[in-house]
């Protein structure tokens, strides 16, 4: 399933393009609040600069699209989309730029002591340059964590998101997968910690 974040004021263009996206891509969910526990795709705003960049500090690694007229200062992952616009249009850019993020993973990412290249399915320690391979789940659950911080994500989202599991499912998988990559990572006294845990789930250590 992909998120949607789409912030408007007008309830009838709302209502239209809720609709009309149900119909050219029926996998969407389209939200209309921002929600700190959700990980949203992508996030359209119609003619509401401020709240763009109030956006920007929450969605650090999610595409944005501002929908107007007016040249505004944009986050540096978002773009204007004029209006008017036809609505194939818009869904195609809603496209290509999910696709572009999704892209992003193919090549290295870095966040505190580690670089991780998801194309690869490698973590290298900045600090000794020894580099471990992961396995495909592994490699998830690192796409998924980057992509969600700074928000950290609970035990039932890993399960639902990463292994498509109903967040009912009583299962010790996810608890098992992150204390094998922290054996598998973390191999020295001097290695920082890859993963932090704290009440509210997994987060990266950036």
């Given at each position: 399933?992909?998120?949607?974040?789409f912030l408007s004021e007008?309830?009838?263009?709302?209502?239209?393009?809720k609709e009309q996206l149900a119909?050219?891509?029926p996998n969407f969910e389209i939200f209309e609040q921002y929600a700190e526990e959700t990980v949203f795709d992508i996030a359209i705003?119609?003619?509401?600069p401020k709240k763009l960049?109030?956006?920007?500090?929450?969605?650090?690694?999610?595409?944005?699209?501002?929908?107007g007229n007016e040249e505004t200062e944009l986050p540096v992952s978002s773009l204007?989309?004029?209006?008017?616009?036809?609505l194939y249009s818009l869904f195609d850019t809603v496209l290509s730029q999910i696709n572009l993020f999704s892209r992003r993973s193919d090549t290295s990412l870095s966040f505190g002591d580690y670089y991780f290249d998801s194309a690869q399915k490698t973590v290298t320690d900045k600090n000794s340059g020894n580099t471990v391979k992961l396995?495909?789940?592994?490699?998830?659950?690192l796409n998924y964590l980057y992509k969600s911080y700074p928000k950290p994500v609970s035990k039932n989202r890993l399960l639902s998101e990463v292994w498509q599991y109903s967040p009912e499912a009583t299962t010790h998988t996810v608890e098992t997968h992150i204390y094998r990559l922290r054996q598998k990572v973390e191999v020295s006294e001097a290695s920082s910690p890859i993963i932090i845990t704290g009440e509210s789930g997994y987060m990266l250590n950036f």
């Open positions: 399933m992909t998120n949607i974040l007008s309830e009838l263009f709302r209502n239209d393009l119909l050219y891509a705003v119609d003619e509401l960049r109030e956006l920007q500090s929450h969605l650090r690694q999610t595409p944005i699209i501002f929908l204007i989309v004029k209006k008017p616009f036809k396995t495909e789940r592994e490699t998830m659950i």
